[in-house]
């Protein structure tokens, strides 16, 4: 660790701007030295999100610029050829009402603007606010690789659902076995598990697929309830206690079994499938639990594997 390292790390605003502008008069070169993790000063204004140490050495890399093309490129990296891929920032976990702050991602426009981003800043927060990186995320936080992955798990519990309701179920009454079915009904809507309710609660998972595969809605309780009560069916699920809440919840739990952090089921599925493929890769693509806040699940879920048979 150079002492320009260090300073940035530890310093204050200014006194971070004189030490840099001190070693740049004696040592110009110093500005692009790495670290023992390979980190040149630079990447590290960046990571400790230092912006006068940051446009300090932006400035100096002009005032370098004409000796540095008398630098062989093995021994001095401009921050241009440092810089081509962007550090993620982390995600902000203690509030997850707002995503990234305006602050951070004011940070990373200033710095992606150096590699030919867009001006309008506006525009840049919006789009980055929850995460997206790809453009395409509805309203910001649900790539298109994510709305696959959910449309397509609804879809197989309600097909699951479906064999069940003429196999396993009584004519009358509630289910003798509510602990053997999958999804999950809680505990308290056990007595209350007829057909009839299982009924109404595979159409919930049905509308949730039909809502991502078929439109270009966003994904909230609403919006699934509102297609879901276009059957009768569902209005009992609903008068005795069922949620679309429990839908989505049951949903999200089997995306992220299925995924590559589980048993990785959906990518052996789609590994070849075009239209999957082309939809562009995002930030978001893997982010479960910023899809469960958004919609409002809890987030303390005990993950486990599940493995379907036959």
């Known amino acids: ?87 993620a920032l982390p995600r902000l976990v203690q509030d997850e009402r ?29 789009q980055r606010r929850w995460g ?9 936080w649900m790539s298109p690789r994510m709305r696959c992955r959910i449309a397509s798990a609804a879809e197989f519990i309600s097909d699951l659902m479906t064999d069940v309701h003429t196999s ?21 809507l056990h007595p209350r598990l007829t057909l009839e309710f299982w009924m109404g609660f595979t159409i919930v998972f049905e509308m949730i697929g039909i809502l991502l ?37 049951a949903t999200m739990d089997t995306v992220w079994e299925q995924s590559a952090r589980c048993d990785g089921i959906f990518e052996e599925i789609n590994a070849n499938d075009d239209e999957y493929n082309a939809l562009p890769t995002c930030e978001n693509d893997l982010n479960f639990e910023l899809v469960r806040n958004k919609l409002g699940l809890p987030h303390d879920v005990v993950h486990e594997v599940v493995r379907w048979e036959g």
């Open 132 to 140: 997206c990186t790809c453009g395409a995320c509805t309203e910001g």
């Open 213 to 249: 595969g078929g439109t270009d809605l966003p994904l909230t309780e609403a919006a699934v309830l509102k297609l879901a009560r276009r059957r009768a069916v569902v209005d009992y699920f609903l008068t005795n206690g069922g949620k679309v809440l429990h839908a989505l919840d």
């Open 98 to 126: 707002y995503g990234y702050s305006t602050e951070e991602l004011t940070f990373e426009y200033n710095y992606r603007r150096v590699e030919g981003m867009p001006d309008n800043i506006n525009d840049y927060i919006k």
């Open 1 to 87: 660790m150079t002492p320009i390292h260090w300073y940035i790390r530890n310093g204050q605003d200014q006194q971070v701007v004189d030490v840099i502008r001190a070693y740049h008069a004696v040592y110009p070169q110093m500005i692009y030295q790495p670290d023992a993790l390979g980190d040149t000063p630079l990447d590290v204004a960046i990571q400790v999100q230092k912006q006068q140490a940051y446009d300090t050495i932006r400035e100096l890399h002009a005032v370098n610029r004409r000796a540095l093309q008398q630098v062989p490129t093995r021994q001095v990296a401009t921050p241009t050829e440092t810089h081509t891929k962007l550090p």
């Open 168 to 188: 396993e179920f009584p004519k009358t009454g509630a289910h003798p076995s509510p602990n053997d079915l999958y999804p999950d009904v809680p505990f308290e």
